[in-house]
């Protein structure tokens, strides 16, 4: 499947710069694909790449938080905001 990317993000701390291409060793952000990637994916512009294989963690969770909306009427910005969490980090 192709799909379009809408900007290629370099994040560099708190910072973000929008950038053209990625020097190798670094860390992006990809706009416009998080509807297509359930957690993660291998992107190519070759026909016979190869995907690379998920990495598995078999490590317990450091932290255990448990949040609830004050007001419920804001419960669908929390789901969202906690799919967007899982989908994010391979931990969750």
Do not use: W
């Not at 932290?63 to 609830?68: D, E, G, P, Q, S």
Request: glycine share 6%; aromatic share 2%; with cysteine.
């Amino acid at each position: 499947n192709v799909k379009n990317i809408q900007r290629t993000v370099l994040m560099m701390g708190r910072s973000t710069e929008q950038i053209a291409d990625v020097p190798c060793g670094n860390t992006v952000a990809l706009v416009g694909i998080d509807q297509f990637l359930l957690k993660s994916g291998t992107l190519t512009t070759l026909e016979d790449a190869h995907n690379i294989a998920d990495m598995k963690y078999s490590v317990s969770p450091v932290v255990k938080v448990a949040v609830k909306v004050k007001d419920g009427k804001e419960l669908p910005k929390l789901v969202e905001g906690l799919k967007k969490l899982s989908k994010s980090d391979p931990l969750v």
